[in-house]
């Protein structure tokens, strides 16, 4: 007996020496040695807690699929007219389709066959006449689909990581998740529009030509010459702050994107004080502008970003160095962040922001400070009823109660679990519950002395007896939290997360570590009456 | 100190009636509201919206909050004070948007025109999609769904089927009481609230068990006793512990209330409706149930 009481001592004292242990990092905050953290960190605030943006970006890759037909239409474009073969146009229909209208059969094999031997992921589809004319339908096949389907959403994750890598925001959390869904979590961000607005930008940087030729009133009217579109180009009067929108009517036909970038960097305008961004091209990109700047010298180019078109300059001569810069009437954050996105790349479509939660940092503050407040009085309660009702063993049950909440805080950073408000809720409901044991074994025990038992024996039948009844009441709850951690979100998990680990402990303590204090206690005395 | 006297003998079952009359009450009342309300009154999680929650430096009420919003285009949006003295409110606009520019910075530029930069502070903003909003509602349906199931499979295999089946309806009882409340009080039902429902059935549960575990363990014992007296009994015997770990509860819960702050608020109302409500029902509905199919099972033999 007395040798297993010792080996519970030492199980006790281990636990004790354990936590204590992981909880250095967590109640000294930076005054200790790195690798203690590394083993075990701080006990990690949630975002409700410590402030911070927690977003779901969905990526529209029904775009992504778009835009890849619009660039099979491009290149189908250039090997139709290398090959001399006669058209009349190519568009694209229902998103995924691709139709080159010929004039006659024979024209219609040389362009299935060539197709075909291009772009082995399209499948020909039916064949329709229509006023005259052959159509040929391609559409992408379902595998095709899923894989650029797919492939958007890493790329979008990739570049979203890129930026908030240059945005500098400390343990960033970017995830994939089922479906088309990014979770992004930037704890502590300090301006949270500003981060929404650079990881969301699609950055499709392109350069096309302005259609000279079109008229603008006409255009602004509805009636766009064919193969031309209305862009506008904004820009802010710096003295007024009135911002104005110019029409521009630019060429359907892309001649260089920013897929060809090298770098791009903010500098200051020394003639207007003003920033703007300058960008460089890589070897294609630069021999790409050097061709295009040459054949064009007297036109204008219009530089656009996501359909927005930011200056037009008339290209004055020919420009060999592989450098160009983008104006507007940029503030010098505007234009370092677009310094961000061009460098970190585009994004392979549009996303949109299906969930956003901001918690300010003096919230989360706030929310802390209530939490723990609310916790000490809670415990302090109940400590009272517990040492009122059954007296020196009620001592007993809330030495159990601390060392229960010591465990708790030491298994979160070992664990290296979230601490959010609803997983604090969980701790106080365990609080709670973790006397609900030693209640049962303590009214168990009573009701032995009360049949005439000694002290010791009241003691263990008394544990005994509670113990089927404590596991499974407890284990019913676990099942119930498990549940809740396999199927739960966000808060949910948080709650289920405490409420597992505040299960486990109280187990441990109420069960195994008040009998040892009782033990402890009667081993050498003979105590005739119990303070129950 | 005790509360209980050991030798403690009240007729539980024998207010079987009364209790089923209580229960009803409280359940039709709740449905009522409920089907007043057109359904439960869903947060933004479920709804899908745009919750910001600001601070004002200056002393402002909701109606001229209002008066300054009017010019955006927002829908109705309902503003509340946040907590009792403070200077906090919280906007809530059903619109959401996909968009980058968001309907909370429309709202956070506007309050800055009207009250000055620098007199407006945004501790918190809370957009859900709508299509989000749906996936948080059904993995909540969820996930209560497979915890009762669980529940169900276990308390069949520590017990016996019956007990599983008394103890789920228990389980029901208190959860659909207090969504009436919800409804009643007109508090609005969101994550953590789903949350909250699970806290109850975990404890709820814990509380029938414990009955339960007595049952099991004086049918053992007084076997030529009638089933109703072995009820009574266990209940009785057990009564001492459920009124202190109730109590306890109880008191942190209350502090929880209390004292949580804005966000817990709900959150503690559910789990002090909850642990009355799961306390009663483990004595005055799980235990008389099991009489009932003691006695439909007689009447079938």
């Known amino acids: 007996m007395s040798n297993s009481l010792n080996t519970r001592g030492l199980v006790v004292l281990f636990c004790l020496l354990l936590s204590l242990f992981a909880l250095v990092p967590t109640l000294l905050r930076g005054d200790v040695p790195s690798w203690w953290p590394e083993t075990f960190g701080p006990i990690q605030l949630g975002l409700d807690l410590q402030g911070g943006m927690h977003l779901v970006l969905g990526v529209d890759v029904d775009k992504a699929v778009e835009s890849r037909v619009d660039t099979i239409i491009d290149q189908t474009d250039i090997r139709l007219k290398e090959q001399d073969i006669i058209y009349k146009r190519i568009e694209r229909r229902q998103g995924d389709r691709l139709v080159v209208q010929v004039y006659d059969e024979d024209e219609g094999r040389q362009v299935e066959a060539l197709m075909m031997s291009e772009f082995p992921a399209l499948e020909p589809a039916t064949m329709t006449g229509a006023g005259g004319y052959i159509e040929k339908h391609f559409r992408l096949s379902d595998d095709e689909i899923e894989n650029i389907k797919d492939y958007a959403v890493r790329q979008a994750l990739e570049t979203m990581r890129n930026r908030v890598d240059q945005f500098g925001v400390s343990e960033p959390t970017l995830q994939r998740q089922t479906g088309n869904r990014i979770l992004i979590q930037l704890p502590g961000v300090a301006d949270p529009d500003r981060a929404i607005s650079l990881l969301g930008k699609t950055a499709r940087l392109e350069f096309k030509m302005v259609d000279e030729t079109a008229n603008i009133q006409d255009a602004v009217a509805g009636r766009v010459p064919e193969g031309s579109q209305l862009l506008y180009e904004r820009s802010t009067n710096r003295a007024t702050g009135v911002e104005t929108e110019i029409p521009v009517v630019v060429s359907n036909q892309t001649v260089l994107t920013g897929d060809l970038l090298a770098d791009a960097n903010v500098r200051i305008d020394s003639r207007f004080n003003e920033p703007y961004v300058s960008i460089d091209f890589n070897a294609v990109g630069a021999r790409r502008f050097d061709q295009i700047t040459a054949a064009n010298v007297g036109r204008r180019m219009a530089i656009v970003l996501d ?226 | 100190m005790q509360l209980i006297k050991p030798d403690i003998n009240i007729d539980f079952i024998g207010k079987r009636k009364l209790a089923l009359i209580i229960s009803l009450v409280l359940i039709l009342a709740g449905f009522a509201s409920l089907v007043r309300h057109g359904g439960p009154h869903y947060g933004i999680d479920f709804a899908g919206g745009t919750l910001v929650q600001v601070q004002f430096q200056s002393q402002t009420n909701a109606t001229e909050i209002n008066t300054a919003l009017a010019s955006v285009d927002l829908g109705v949006p309902i503003v509340q004070r946040f907590g009792e003295d403070t200077n906090e409110f919280l906007i809530r606009v059903e619109r959401s948007t996909g968009e980058l520019q968001g309907i909370s910075m429309q709202i956070t530029e506007t309050l800055e025109q009207s009250y000055g930069a620098g007199q407006v502070d945004v501790r918190r903003v809370e957009m859900v999609g709508p299509q989000v909003g749906k996936d948080l509602r059904n993995k909540g349906m969820w996930a209560i769904f497979y915890a009762m199931l669980g529940i169900l499979a276990y308390i069949s295999w520590r017990f016996e089927f019956r007990f599983a089946v008394g103890a789920i309806i228990a389980l029901v009882h208190d959860v659909v009481i207090t969504l009436g409340m919800f409804s009643l009080f007109g508090k609005e039902i969101d994550l953590p609230i789903i949350a909250a429902f699970l806290a109850i059935i975990g404890y709820s549960l814990n509380d029938t068990i414990i009955v339960y575990d007595r049952i099991r363990e004086n049918l053992g014992k007084h076997n030529k006793e009638s089933f109703t007296f072995i009820l009574n009994r266990s209940i009785n015997e057990t009564l001492s512990r459920t009124i202190i770990t109730s109590g306890t509860t109880l008191l942190v819960v209350l502090s929880l209330f209390v004292l949580g702050g804005g966000v817990i608020h709900n959150f503690a109302f559910a789990m002090l409706v909850g642990v009355l409500v799961g306390t009663y029902s483990s004595i005055f509905v799980a235990s008389p149930l099991l009489l009932l199919w003691q006695k439909k099972v007689a009447k079938a033999a």
């Open chain 1, 307 to 532: 359909d927005t078109v930011y200056s037009a300059p008339v290209i004055r001569e020919r420009i060999s160095g592989g450098s160009a810069q983008i104006s507007g009437s940029f503030t010098s954050q505007q234009a370092t962040d677009l310094a961000i996105v061009l460098r970190a790349g585009s994004l392979p479509a549009p996303v949109e922001i299906l969930e956003n939660r901001t918690v300010g940092p003096s919230l989360g503050q706030d929310s802390i400070d209530s939490g723990i407040k609310s916790i000490w009085v809670g415990a302090l309660l109940v400590l009272m009823v517990i040492i009122v009702y059954y007296q020196l063993s009620g001592l007993i049950a809330i030495s159990a109660l601390v060392m229960n909440l010591f465990f708790i805080a030491a298994m979160l950073s070992m664990f290296g679990a979230t601490l959010t408000l609803p997983g604090l809720a969980g701790i106080v409901l365990t609080v709670g519950m973790a006397v609900d044991a030693n209640v049962l074994i303590f009214e168990r025990v009573r009701e032995e002395l009360a049949l005439g038992r000694a002290p010791k024996l009241a003691i263990e039948s008394g544990y005994s007896k509670a113990f089927s009844t404590i596991i499974d009441a407890n284990l019913t709850t676990l099942l119930a939290a498990l549940v809740l951690f396999q199927f739960g979100t966000g808060p949910v998990r948080g709650f289920a997360v405490t409420l597992s680990i505040g299960i486990i402990a109280s187990l441990f303590t109420a069960i195994f570590v008040s009998r040892f204090i009782f033990d402890f206690f009667l081993k050498s005395r003979n105590v005739k009456r119990l303070s129950i």
